[in-house]
């Protein structure tokens, strides 16, 4: 059985919830795919592949731009969502074995206590964004989500939010041409992974077990920076030293990125970027996902084009067997059916 750990839904309630209060932000792209928030569609596209099942997992917009900065009702929404996923997998485990809870960062507690009941209630794990309504990861006041998911030691899966709002130069307003999505959103999730990294939080809580989604963005193809580059952190900086911040920390920071994080094989059908997060990671880091439903066949093109690339990979069967369900198996204490 294929595991798809990284695929995106809409549990019903939360989403006609959402479009009867007039948000928005649940934008065009998300409208005109059926089998997003329709869980007929996509029980179909599911039985249309062989020993094949997947993670449920809430998409965009980040639900703290929906509630618009009112803590108490990021975490009501947060609560719909889980709620919503815990139902359809207790219906449909067999296609469905498993959900990830949606953590609700910008709650009072930083959402420790929905994320500790979902987890109470079934999830694998949490999702949160690489920033949260424009605020790093790192800001003090997310702490007590990484100090609560490092005592609980279940995964935490990472999405890159990015929107248009974020411009490309300086000199204009707003991304043009979606380069906010088509490049941005690979840099977005290397960026949060180096303030992760450069920060401490790494450090400070080792069992975190961080699945980044898209092969963690650009970070394959920048092994030469990220290493011999920041190896020399500071070298390009003259307003304060930088080195001082290598002294902190506890290993070089390509460790960091090669072996403390997890990453996913959802790059879109594309298998130069396949071959390079493979060649990048260590194998026991990562685990097989599709990114359903958004591709042009509207859920069928990435998931058969990824499967068709991780199965034609020169991989021993057992180092296969890792990537399809092992690794996901192994972090989060799940054992799915054969």
């Known amino acids: ?63 703290e731009l929906l509630a618009k900065g009112d803590a108490a009702l990021v975490e009501e929404y947060a609560r719909l969502v889980n709620d919503g996923f815990a139902e359809i997998c207790a219906k449909y485990p067999d296609q469905f074995p498993g959900w990830v809870a949606q953590a609700p960062l910008a709650a009072t507690d930083a959402g420790v206590r929905e994320c500790e009941r979902a987890l109470k209630n079934g999830a694998l794990g949490v999702q949160i964004y690489t920033n949260i309504a424009g605020k790093p990861l790192d800001e003090p006041e997310f702490e007590p989500f990484f100090a609560a998911m490092n005592k609980i030691g279940k995964p935490i899966w990472m999405h890159p939010a990015r929107a248009a709002n974020f411009p490309d130069y300086l000199s204009e307003k707003k991304s043009k041409y979606e380069i906010w999505w088509t490049f941005g959103w690979s840099y977005e999730t290397a960026a949060a992974m180096a303030r992760l990294v450069f920060s401490g939080i790494m450090d400070k809580y080792p069992n975190l077990k961080i699945i980044t989604h898209h092969f963690g963005g650009i970070v394959p193809m920048l092994e030469g920076r990220i290493g011999p580059g920041w190896d020399q952190l500071g070298a390009r900086t003259s307003d304060e030293d930088l080195s001082l911040v290598l002294k902190r920390l506890k290993k070089r920071p390509l460790d960091y990125f090669k072996h403390s994080f997890y990453a996913d094989t959802a790059v879109f059908g594309g298998e130069p970027a396949t071959r390079a997060g493979f060649e990048f990671y260590d194998l026991d880091k990562i685990v097989f996902a599709s990114d359903c439903p958004f591709d042009p066949e509207k859920g069928t093109m990435y998931t058969r084009e990824t499967l068709r690339i991780v199965d034609a990979l020169d991989l021993p069967k057992a180092d296969k067997e890792k990537v399809w369900r092992g690794n996901l198996e192994r972090i989060t204490g799940a054992k799915f059916k054969s």
Request: aromatic residues 12%.
């Open 1 to 63: 059985m294929r595991i798809d750990a990284y695929t995106h839904f809409i549990p019903e309630k939360f989403f006609k919830k959402i479009v009867e209060s007039g948000h928005h932000d649940i934008g065009k792209r998300v409208r005109e795919i059926p089998c997003i928030h329709d869980i007929e569609v996509r029980r179909k596209i599911v039985g249309g592949f062989k020993d094949y099942a997947q993670i449920l997992s809430y998409p965009m917009p980040p639900l």
